[in-house]
Nanobody, 112 residues
Framework: EVQLVESGGGLVQAGGSLRLSCAASGFTFSLYTMSWVRQAPGKGLEWVSSIYSGSGTTSYADSVKGRFTISRDDAKNTLYLQMNSLKPEDTAMYYC?????RGQGTQVTVSS
């Protein structure tokens, strides 16, 4: 059974940083593309970033490019999202995603 467990969210002031983690199990983590998505209150899911297996090539939504960094540790089956220069509009529930599966999410709240 695929399991994704996010952690690392919290309350931070604008301009601050957070590092999210996602512990994955139930599949061969190193073989697959992994992503972060988010959902702000009253809005739909928004893709944030993806990292591809093997090459480690990354891609980012324009809204986070230059501020967020996605990474992975295949030895630990863990996905990360380093978030710097946070803005109030980054406030959302953040989920890691494998294919159609998401974890329970971790809340990020950025105060102005």
């Amino acid at each position: 059974e695929v399991q994704l467990v996010e952690s690392g969210g919290g309350l931070v002031q604008a301009g601050g940083s957070l590092r999210l983690s996602c512990a994955a199990s139930g599949f061969t983590f190193s073989l697959y593309t992994m992503s972060w998505v988010r959902q702000a209150p009253g809005k739909g899911l928004e893709w944030v970033s993806s990292i591809y297996s093997g090459s480690g090539t990354t891609s980012y939504a324009d809204s986070v490019k230059g501020r967020f960094t996605i990474s992975r540790d295949d030895a630990k089956n863990t996905l990360y999202l380093q978030m710097n220069s946070l803005k109030p509009e980054d406030t959302a529930m953040y989920y890691c995603k494998f294919r159609t599966v998401r974890g329970q999410g971790t809340q990020v709240t950025v105060s102005s």
